[in-house]
């Protein structure tokens, strides 16, 4: 960490980024030392320390942070919506094959399964059922039939979450549901670090006929903080090619659903 970046260069969410990502490969990291790599004050770094501790991503110590192993970011989603693109658009692409004429789809908060709905649009004879406010923007002008599970408003997700919501979801008898979450663990199987979106996609996958999942190659075999769903409960996995090779076949070798989605270049 000796190459200044200067506080003009990043967001404050881009710079929480930043900083887990230095965490992550260093293993540490002191106030001091970010301060002078971000050109920013000290009491806004342990600002940001603060944030991520709060997260559950690292842990703080006298002067600095300690990286927690095995958990994977939580980030708003203006930030997450960044990551990834093209592997998210080839899992949402192959994830179409799975949905046919007359179905009853529910759709979660995640950002994987916006780019899912951009598909679904082009769609007739389809109800999908959302607490995903960017799902139901992509699909308002749409033939597809939309119900919108109002409640709560959760601003890291941009959804809805709570007693509201819940009771919308628990309504309906889903044909398909897709789903995804932080991280994929081959034991714990789809993890997540919110409490409230953790029960709401349970109640999806509760009430769904078939049950898919969609994760990127960058979330499989890492650890959220709560259990989701174990991955035998779902009908198939999709990731992307540039999933390890040797992550795939130890996922293929426990009998996971796997469904590996092209990627140019993976």
Same mark, same amino acid.
């Given at each position: ?100 004429? *007359?179905? %009853?789809?529910?759709?979660? @908060?995640?950002? &994987? !399964?916006?780019? =899912? $709905?951009? +598909? ?29 599970? *109002?409640? %709560?408003?959760?601003?890291? @997700?941009?959804? &809805? !979450?709570?007693? =509201? $919501?819940? +009771? ?55 650890r959220g903080l709560i259990k989701v769903s174990p991955l035998a409960e779902f009908d198939a996995v999709v990731t992307d090619s540039r999933i390890d090779p040797a992550v795939e076949l130890t996922m293929r070798k426990a009998n996971v659903p796997l469904v590996v989605a092209g990627v140019r270049g993976g």
């Amino acid at each position: 960490m000796n190459t200044r970046l200067g506080s003009s260069a990043f967001l404050p969410k881009e710079r929480l980024v930043r900083i887990y990502d230095i965490v992550q490969k260093e293993g540490t990291a002191r106030v001091a030392e970010l301060a002078a790599l971000f050109g920013t004050s000290a009491m806004t770094i342990r600002r940001d320390l603060t944030e991520l501790e709060a997260k559950g991503l690292v842990v703080r110590t006298q002067g600095g942070v300690v990286a927690r192993d095995g958990i994977l970011r939580d980030y708003d989603v203006d930030v997450r919506q960044t990551y990834n693109v093209e592997e998210k658009s080839a899992i949402a692409k192959e994830a179409m094959r799975f949905i046919q004429p *007359g179905d %009853y789809v529910a759709l979660d @908060a995640s950002t &994987t !399964v916006v780019e =899912l $709905a951009k +598909h679904i649009a082009n769609l007739r004879d389809v109800t999908v059922v959302t607490n995903n406010f960017m799902v139901a923007n992509i699909l308002a002008s749409s033939p597809v039939e939309l119900v919108f599970a *109002g409640g %709560y408003l959760r601003r890291e @997700a941009f959804s &809805t !979450v709570g007693p =509201l $919501a819940e +009771h919308t979801v628990m309504q309906f008898a889903f044909t398909k549901v897709f789903v995804s979450g932080t991280a994929v663990d081959l034991d714990a199987g789809l993890m997540d670090n919110s409490p409230d979106e953790v029960h709401m996609k349970q109640l999806m996958l509760r009430n769904s006929k078939k049950r898919y999942l969609l994760a990127d190659s960058s979330k499989i075999m890492h650890r959220g903080l709560i259990k989701v769903s174990p991955l035998a409960e779902f009908d198939a996995v999709v990731t992307d090619s540039r999933i390890d090779p040797a992550v795939e076949l130890t996922m293929r070798k426990a009998n996971v659903p796997l469904v590996v989605a092209g990627v140019r270049g993976g």
